[in-house]
C-alpha cells in the first residue's frame, strides 16, 4: 500500500535535520520535532549559521518555517544563506519560510510588549507552521528581569506543546551560569557554541550538550568552519590540531 503524502511528511517532521547526515549524526539524530531548543554561544560563534542550517534542512524535509530576525533584513537573511550554499528563496516565495524583522528591544515595556506579541504571533502560527527560530533574544532578555524571562520562555513551552518547535539564540555573556541553569533545564535541547584556537587557526565549536528524546548518543563536540558558498564545513579536529 503506498504510503499517503501527509504520512511521509508526519514521519519527516519527527526530526529537525541540519541536512547533513555528519552533523546530525553528532547531535544524536537530530532535534526531535517539538522541542524548544537553546542555542548559546559567544559573538561569532556560529549562531545564526546553526539556526539557518536548521532551516535550510527542515524546509527540505517539507516543514514550514518561520524565522525571527532581529540583526537582519529579509533580504540580507536571503541572500547570507544563499551565500552559503542554503538557499531558500522557492520556499520564501512559495510561503513555506516566512521572515519577520524585529526590532531589537531597547527599554523594559519595548522588551515585555515584545513578549507579548510575540507568544501572541507564535500562538497564531501554531497549526500553520512547524518550526519556529527567533535570533537573537539577547536584547529582550537583557531588559527585563529574569522571572519575565522564564515566563516567557515558559509560556513558549506551552506553545511548543501544540506541535511546533520553536528555537532561540542567546548570547553567553546574557545571563549568570546560575540563570543560564534554570533556561537550560526548562529546554528540551541545549546546542553550545564558542570560538577556540586549535594550532594556527580559529574554529567554531558546537557542543551538543543536551538533546532530550534523541535516538542516539549526544554529548558530542563538532568543530567546524563556515565557508562561503559552503556552509558549515566539519574539521576534523586532527587537522585543527596539526
Not at 539556526?51 to 514550514?64: C, D, I, V
Request: with cysteine; net charge negative.
Amino acid at each position: 500500500m503506498a504510503v499517503e503524502q501527509a504520512e511521509i511528511e508526519d514521519i519527516q517532521h519527527k526530526v529537525i535535520s541540519t541536512g547533513s547526515a555528519e552533523i546530525d549524526k553528532k547531535m544524536g539524530g537530530g532535534i526531535p520535532h517539538g522541542s524548544l531548543i537553546l542555542i548559546e554561544g559567544q559573538s561569532n560563534a556560529g549562531k545564526s549559521v546553526v539556526s539557518q542550517q536548521l532551516a535550510h534542512g527542515a524546509l527540505n524535509n517539507g516543514a514550514r518555517v518561520a524565522m525571527y530576525t532581529t540583526e537582519q533584513t529579509t533580504r540580507s537573511l536571503l541572500r547570507q544563506m544563499e551565500s552559503l550554499s542554503l538557499d531558500v528563496s522557492d520556499f520564501y516565495l512559495l510561503g513555506a519560510f516566512n521572515v519577520y524583522q524585529v526590532p531589537a528591544a531597547m527599554s523594559e515595556t519595548a522588551a515585555v510588549t515584545a513578549f507579548d506579541k510575540l507568544l501572541a504571533h507564535w500562538e497564531k502560527l501554531a497549526g500553520h507552521f512547524d518550526v519556529i527560530f527567533f535570533d537573537s533574544l539577547t536584547s529582550f532578555v537583557s531588559q527585563v528581569s529574569d522571572t519575565k524571562t522564564l515566563q516567557f520562555l515558559t509560556a513558549a513551552k506551552d506553545i511548543v506543546d501544540r506541535d511546533i518547535t520553536i528555537f532561540f539564540t542567546l548570547h553567553s555573556h546574557a545571563f549568570e551560569d546560575s540563570m543560564f541553569a534554570r533556561i537550560r533545564s526548562l529546554c528540551d535541547a541545549h546546542l553550545r557554541l564558542r570560538v577556540e584556537e586549535m594550532g594556527d587557526m580559529l574554529v567554531k565549536v558546537l557542543e551538543v550538550a543536551k538533546v532530550r528524546g534523541a535516538a542516539k548518543t549526544t554529548g558530542n563536540i563538532i568543530t567546524f568552519d563556515v565557508e562561503p558558498g559552503l556552509g558549515m564545513k566539519i574539521v576534523p579536529i586532527s587537522k585543527a590540531k596539526a
